[in-house]
Structure formats: C-alpha cells, structure tokens
Nanobody, 123 residues
C-alpha cells in the first residue's frame, strides 16, 4: 500500500523556520517529481513547491521564492521543504504528493497525497 506521511509542522513565530518532511512507503518514487501544496481554512489547496525526479529543477510559487527550499533524498524515498522567514500567511495544512502527469504546478497532476501537517505562524 502506497503511503505518504508528512511531519515537521508546528507553531512558530513570524520570522521563524520549520522543516517539513515527507516519507514515502509502499513503492519508490525516485523517478517521479514530488510536490508540496498547502491549504488554508476556507481556501483552495494551492501549489507551493516541487522538485523533479533527480532534483535538477525546482519550482516555487511566487510568495515563497527566496524563503522556501525543496529537496529530496531518493535513497531514503523522502522529500523535504525547508521554510524560513515564515509569515502568518503561510499558515496552512501542508501536503506532499507525487506528480503523475504533466503540469508540475497543477494540483490535478498529482496523486498519492499525504494526510498533511499543520503549520501555524503567529504574528
């Protein structure tokens, strides 16, 4: 059974940092791009960041560029999101997912979602 498990969320003050991790089990995703999405209360789930299968390219939504970094370790079947200079507007549940069709920033291109981890940033 394929499973993605996110961890590392929590409550942090504005300007602080968190590192989210996503561990995959059940199969290897080393040949797939991986993405991070987030969903704030009352809002649609939105793209945050993604990384190609070999890590040679990364993609970010404009609001997190320069603050967030996505990276992966294919040997461990994990992907991580380092979040620095956090802002209250970053508060959301963060999800990782596997890209299975073209459109690396499109939610519909992803499958195998994790259950999410809550990130809360206080002002």
């Amino acid at each position: 059974q394929v499973q993605l498990v996110e961890s590392g969320g929590g409550l942090v003050q504005a300007g602080g940092s968190l590192r989210l991790s996503c561990a995959a089990s059940g199969r290897t995703f080393s040949s797939y791009a991986m993405g991070w999405f987030r969903q704030a209360p009352g809002k649609e789930r939105e793209f945050v960041a993604a990384i190609t299968w070999n890590g040679d390219r990364t993609y970010y939504t404009d609001s997190v560029k320069g603050r967030f970094t996505v990276f992966r370790d294919n040997a461990k079947n994990t992907v991580a999101l380092q979040m620095n200079s956090l802002k209250p507007e970053d508060t959301a549940v963060y999800f990782c997912a596997v890209q299975i069709r073209s459109g690396i920033t499109n939610r519909g291109s992803y499958h195998y979602w994790g259950q999410g981890t809550q990130v809360s940033v206080s002002s």
